[in-house]
C-alpha cells in the first residue's frame, strides 16, 4: 500500500461520516490535536532517566488519549455522540495528576516564563500547543457538534503541562525562569498561570 493516495490533491480530505475542505474549522481541530501529540512524543524524548519514568509513562498515555480526542473530533455526523471516546473520566484522572506534580514545585509567586531546563521548555510548548488546540475546538463547537468531554479535557491537559514543567524543573534542581517585571501577584494556593 502506498502511502499517498492523491485523494487530497484538491484541498479536500476525509473525515469520519464524509469529505470536507482541508481547512475546514474540525480539521483544524483534530489538526491542532495531532500537532500536540507530535510535541508531547518530542517530550517524552526528552525526558530522560529513572527521575522522570512516571511523567514519561503519564504522557504516553496521555498521547493515546489524545488520539481519542481527534477520533472524536473526526465525527461528521450529528448521531456521532454515541461513537465517542473521551469522557470525564479522562478529565477527572488528570486532577490528582496536577496536583501531585504542583506540589512537587516551589510556590508560584510570579508569572512563569517557558524555560529553565530543556525538560520543561519542551513541556511549556505542550501547554502553549494545547491552548491552541483549546480554541480550535472552542472555535468548532461553536458551529458544529463537538465532543464537550474534549474541550473540558484540553482545558485540564494545558493545567497538566504547566504543573509537569514545574515538576521538572524541580527534579532537576532548576529554578522556573520568572516574569521580573512585574510585582508578585499570586497568593498562597492559587491556581498559577495557566489555571483557567
Known amino acids: 500500500m502506498k502511502l499517498y493516495t492523491r485523494t487530497g490533491d484538491e484541498g479536500k480530505t476525509s473525515a469520519i461520516g464524509g469529505r470536507i475542505g482541508k481547512d475546514d474549522k474540525r480539521v483544524e481541530a483534530y489538526g491542532s490535536v495531532d500537532e500536540l501529540n507530535a510535541f508531547v512524543g518530542q517530550a517524552v524524548c526528552t525526558l530522560t532517566g529513572l527521575s522522570f519514568d512516571d511523567l514519561r509513562d503519564e504522557l504516553i498515555r496521555i498521547q493515546h488519549e489524545l488520539f481519542d480526542c481527534g477520533g472524536d473530533l473526526a465525527y461528521l455526523a450529528e448521531s456521532a455522540a454515541a461513537a465517542w471516546k473521551v469522557t470525564d473520566a479522562y478529565v477527572e484522572r488528570l486532577e490528582p495528576l496536577i496536583d ?84 508578585e501577584v499570586f497568593n498562597r494556593g492559587s491556581a498559577g498561570k495557566d489555571g483557567e
Open 100 to 183: 501531585r506534580y504542583d506540589g512537587e514545585a516551589p510556590e508560584i509567586r510570579r508569572f512563569i516564563l517557558p524555560g529553565g531546563s530543556i525538560e520543561a521548555a519542551a513541556l511549556h510548548v505542550c501547554r502553549t500547543v494545547c491552548r491552541r488546540a483549546e480554541r480550535r475546538v472552542v472555535a468548532l463547537a461553536a458551529e458544529q457538534e463537538a465532543n464537550p468531554a474534549v474541550l473540558r479535557y484540553l482545558n485540564r491537559l494545558s493545567d497538566f503541562f504547566f504543573a509537569a514543567a514545574r515538576a521538572a524543573n524541580a527534579r532537576l534542581g532548576k529554578s522556573d525562569v520568572e516574569y521580573i517585571r512585574g510585582a
